[in-house]
């Protein structure tokens, strides 16, 4: 059973357009939200989060959107560029839990073109 | 500089012989994981521990065995690997449970 859903594999997008990832969670326990970026070859890294107290975090070009209600998450990046063409995983954790399960989405593959 | 430090990056091996890969990260974090990356799946977590002496089972532990025997490592033991281990390891840290995760290089592993 999947608990942290990305529905569609790959975006692409226009440089300079706005970029929207979607993630939808099933589980009502998670309680905080992180994005990931990873390029070929290496590691993921970190972009940003959310706390479920909260409905919007904003960092910079990049903007993450939580609905509770509806559970489901996303990630805005505007204005896009060529550097941000890379796989984006959505993941979540119930951190009042008493461990530490991280669940990752499988991820979408965004694709900026100059 | 921080980071989290897998070794090896490359791992060819054959069935059945015992196999570890290694982690070390350099942050005092108390929070490490283990994950695997399989085409169409993403990555799934196999144990993690949260602290010195306590670890756990993530979704996928099956075939794996850790240890955290200091806070900078978290070694991964494959006793008896077999091909369906074949796959993109990653370690990873953090200070906290509600805290952002540092991730290694990753490692990948071919099991023939």
């Known amino acids: 059973d999947q608990q942290v859903k990305q529905n569609s594999p790959s975006l692409s997008v226009q440089e300079g357009r706005i970029s929207i990832l979607n993630c939808d969670y099933t589980?009502?326990?998670?309680?905080?939200f992180l994005w990931y970026k990873k390029y070929p070859a290496e590691g993921p890294t970190f972009l940003i989060s959310?706390?479920?107290?909260?409905d919007k975090n904003e960092d910079g070009r990049f903007t993450v959107f939580l609905n509770k209600s509806a559970k489901h998450l996303s990630l805005h990046i505007v204005p896009s560029q060529p550097g941000d063409s890379a796989v984006y995983f959505c993941?979540?954790?119930?951190?009042?839990?008493?461990?530490?399960?991280?669940?990752f989405g499988k991820g979408t593959l965004l694709t900026v073109n100059p | 500089e921080a980071q989290v430090t897998q070794n090896p990056r490359y791992l060819i091996t054959v069935t059945g012989k015992k196999l570890t890969v290694t982690c070390s990260q350099n942050?005092?974090?108390?929070?490490m994981s283990w994950y695997r990356q399989d085409p169409g799946l993403g990555l799934r977590q196999i144990y993690y521990?949260?602290?010195?002496?306590?670890?756990d089972k993530g979704d996928v532990p099956e075939g794996y065995k850790v240890s955290r025997k200091e806070k900078r490592n978290f070694p991964l033991i494959l006793e008896s690997p077999s091909p369906n281990q074949t796959s993109l390891y990653f370690c990873?840290?953090?200070?906290?449970?509600?805290?952002?995760?540092?991730f290694g290089q990753g490692t990948r592993l071919t099991v023939v």
């Open positions: 589980n009502s326990m998670f309680d905080y």
């Open positions: 993941a979540a954790s119930a951190v009042r839990g008493s461990n530490y399960k991280l669940t």
């Open positions: 990873a840290s953090s200070h906290d449970r509600g805290t952002e995760a540092f």
């Open positions: 942050m005092n974090h108390e929070y």
């Open positions: 959310i706390s479920s107290i909260k």
């Open positions: 521990s949260m602290n010195v002496e306590v670890t």
